[in-house]
């Protein structure tokens, strides 16, 4: 990844990301319990330009390239074994996606990697269609909101509102997802998908030592398809973790209990 934050004198900025990974992949394909395990990989580039509109505000348009390949069978339902209604999901969710991004937002927080006050909200929309090249058509909504409430000196409320829309011959790696540590804790992750989402995240963050913040949470959500809108209710988990910065950057510890039991989280990365 390379950005460059200032080109001209209108404050312009680009980012450039490129990736090709190999991940084993867990799929839920509508149900709580893992329907198969493979191999994925994925590997293309996105290019951002954006430009400031006002002290706060902040235009994006983003280009996307990205190839998603089944690449090998590890346990569960096979893929590969030639049925048509394999064949038919293979097709139907895997290939190119070429899509172009646009996206508004207004951030008035006080420090964009451990916020205390101010909020941040943001719209954007994603469409991709064969008229670009790609094998997918489709059109996807997103909306998100997060406020930040200074709690005495060292305390913080931290509350984080999303939802989404999408319409069209999307992947399932294009889909809403929920379930890991970045939005549904306590859940694996992405174990809920759909193509309509809401989820919502309250936590509280308090100082436990030099570099070390403690935090207790709540998380809430669902994704649903139109024909299981009914039986796919909402999940929900409460829990606590740890904030510890290291020379390499934040990590975040969490044990966050849902419906389904107890699961731990780690993963590098600032919070929202």
């Not at 994704?223 to 020379?247: C, E, F, H, M």
């Amino acid at each position: 990844g390379y950005t460059r934050p200032w080109l001209d004198s209108k404050q312009t900025s680009i980012s450039f990301n490129v990736y090709n990974m190999t991940n084993e992949y867990d799929d839920y394909h509508g149900s709580d319990a893992i329907n198969s395990t493979y191999d994925r990989k994925r590997q293309g580039f996105d290019i951002t330009l954006g430009r400031p509109s006002g002290e706060y505000v902040q235009n994006l348009i983003t280009f996307k390239q990205r190839h998603d390949e089944y690449t090998e069978w590890i346990s569960g339902e096979n893929y590969l074994d030639g049925t048509a209604a394999h064949r038919q999901y293979l097709e139907d969710n895997f290939g190119t996606t070429r899509s172009v991004t646009l996206a508004r937002i207004y951030d008035s927080r006080d420090n964009i990697f451990n916020p205390t006050e101010g909020k941040r909200l943001m719209v954007s929309g994603e469409f991709a269609g064969y008229g670009l090249g790609g094998d997918f058509d489709f059109n996807k909504y997103t909306a998100e909101g997060r406020q930040y409430f200074k709690v005495g000196r060292e305390q913080v409320l931290a509350v984080r509102v999303m939802g989404g829309l999408a319409a069209g011959h999307m992947p399932e790696s294009g889909k809403f997802a929920l379930g890991g540590a970045d939005n549904l804790r306590g859940y694996e992750d992405d174990q809920f998908k759909g193509d309509k989402m809401v989820a919502a995240t309250a936590e509280y963050r308090f100082p436990v030592a030099k570099k070390i913040q403690g935090v207790v949470f709540t998380d809430v959500g669902r994704v649903w398809q139109d024909d299981d809108y009914v039986n796919n209710g909402y999940k929900a988990s409460i829990g606590t973790g740890l904030r510890i910065n290291t020379p390499l950057g934040p990590i975040r510890l969490d044990y966050a209990r849902g419906s389904e039991g107890g699961k731990a989280h780690f993963s590098f990365g600032g919070q929202f």
